[in-house]
């Protein structure tokens, strides 16, 4: 009898459990809700807000575009609420300019502009056939966002919506869609960078599809500048390049007037696999490039200078090198002027985003650094990262000069800043007093001096570190020579090798 009592109490379940299981799938067949188009994308971040990310994550997890026939075509769609089956039904697709502008000018989108009409194209209607939904396409020129260096850094944003549905009605909200599109990510994705140039992913530099580092030095000297017992030959200048590791980083000038001698150095440099920093212009004019210096030769160009009078020679110049030699491996980066002082933060600002901005429509392939001196120039930390904050600057620097101390005193607030915005830091020009007597350090010394500044920079978040100043002869302190133990010392350093 106990038994039986048992074997009844389990069917007695199973039939109440079968019972509850037939009417929850006889639920799911109940047709409710009612009819209103919306546009999913507009929902991804669970009624935060209407944005939507492209891509929406790494590898092989970014699920909301696909790249085809030179075409990065950003998925979007139209969906009708209610479970009944209902009719087909067709909307118009829009690209609203108003909505696009207020979300740059809002700020809620870092480094935002708006996308340009000549990029992107949009279907415009798309119909939903024996179903609720229905999928299109925003379709974004994928070469121009791979080979225009200028859109580094940029989310391009685009406001999509959706009207005059032929049947039912519109939500009363997710019927516009404002997507994001990441240029840096798309580009972690599909970017083929040119072999051999050296490139940049936010706050790294990376060289052939691996991060790059160097620790190296800068020589006014190869630029045929400084006293004559100072100045390099060009076989010298070859041998010397010859005994450097490859694709190590060299700086030098690359003033108005000298352009010949430049292009003599740059064939060296693509012989044997070095890369210059190029220096265009310099701040305390030097070395013939007196443009807008009204004392003379290491007097500050004027705050007029770099208003408009930059505009008469050194543009054409700048524009003239960037587009002669865009094309060539050996250029690691321009950097558009040495140390600019004497000019208020917001003046240097416009003329480095315009200078900036030239240099990449002529030369889309290279870097762009800037040749900023440190925080202390500029009246503070925010003010150099706002002269920074252009689509067109890749690198901030840090003219360093500090001397025996290991770490500048001012480079955490240069660090910070660039990387606040996105951007690499360089550390150029450092400076230890070193010679067989008569100075802070013996060459050994030095050498081990500069060696502690070369680790701790690169430790800390510095891509290039640069001391200063190879010379053909040692003529005062801050100067050595190719034979000084320092330069057996940069050849050595593993991040050269």
């Not at 010397?240 to 700086?251: E, G, K, N």
Request: aromatic share 10%; glycine share 8%.
């Amino acid at each position: 009898m106990r038994n039986s009592i048992k074997i009844n109490g389990l069917l007695l379940l199973f039939m109440l459990s079968a019972g509850l299981i037939f009417t929850a799938c006889n639920e799911e067949k109940i047709e409710y809700g009612e009819g209103l188009i919306y546009m999913p994308q507009a929902t991804t971040t669970g009624g935060v807000s209407t944005l939507y990310t492209v891509p929406s994550g790494g590898g092989e997890m970014t699920y909301n575009f696909k790249a085809e026939n030179g075409k990065i075509n950003i998925m979007l769609g139209v969906v009708r609420s209610g479970t009944f089956e209902g009719e087909d039904y067709t909307v118009d697709i829009v690209a609203l300019k108003d909505q696009t502008d207020q979300l740059v000018a809002s700020g809620k989108v870092r480094n935002a502009v708006a996308m340009p009409d000549h990029i992107y194209s949009l279907p415009a209607k798309v119909t939903a056939t024996n179903s609720r939904e229905a999928t299109f396409y925003l379709s974004v020129d994928s070469a121009t966002l791979i080979n225009d260096l200028s859109y580094t850094g940029q989310n391009m944003v685009l406001a999509v919506g959706i009207a005059n549905p032929t049947r039912y009605a519109l939500s009363e909200s997710n019927t516009v869609t404002m997507v994001v599109l990441n240029i840096d990510a798309i580009r972690d994705h599909f970017f083929r960078y040119k072999e051999g140039f050296v490139y940049r992913k936010g706050t790294q530099l990376f060289l052939d599809g691996k991060e790059y580092k160097s620790a190296s030095f800068s020589s006014f000297q190869f630029s045929g500048c400084g006293d004559d017992n100072e100045i390099f030959s060009m076989p010298e200048i070859d041998a010397i390049f010859a005994s450097l590791p490859d694709d190590i980083m060299v700086r030098t000038w690359a003033f108005p007037g000298s352009k010949e001698h430049t292009g003599q150095l740059i064939k060296l440099a693509e012989k044997n696999n070095i890369k210059l920093v190029l220096v265009l212009g310099n701040g305390r004019s030097f070395c013939g490039h007196i443009d807008g210096a009204v004392d003379g030769e290491w007097s500050s160009k004027t705050p007029e200078w770099y208003t408009d009078g930059y505009k008469t020679d050194f543009l054409p110049y700048v524009k003239d090198m960037a587009s002669t030699y865009k094309d060539s491996p050996a250029i690691g980066m321009w950097e558009i002027i040495n140390q600019p002082v004497d000019v208020d933060w917001r003046v240097l600002k416009t003329f480095m985003n315009n200078m900036g901005k030239a240099i990449k429509d002529a030369d889309p392939n290279h870097l762009v650094s800037s040749g900023t001196w440190a925080p202390w120039a500029y009246n503070g930390e925010g003010n150099l990262k706002e002269i920074h904050d252009s689509h067109y600057i890749d690198v901030g620097t840090l003219q360093e000069g500090d001397h025996d101390i290991v770490k500048s005193w001012h480079y955490d607030a240069t660090n910070s800043a660039m990387k606040q915005i996105g951007k690499v830091t360089m550390v150029s020009e450092i400076e230890i007093k070193g010679s067989d007597s008569g100075c802070d350090y013996t060459k050994e010394g030095r050498m081990n001096r500069v060696k502690e500044k070369y680790d701790f920079y690169l430790n800390n978040g510095t891509s290039v570190v640069m001391v200063s100043t190879l010379s053909r002869t040692a003529t005062h302190c801050r100067t050595f020579t190719p034979d000084d133990p320092l330069m057996d010392m940069i050849k050595a350093y593993p991040a050269n090798n």
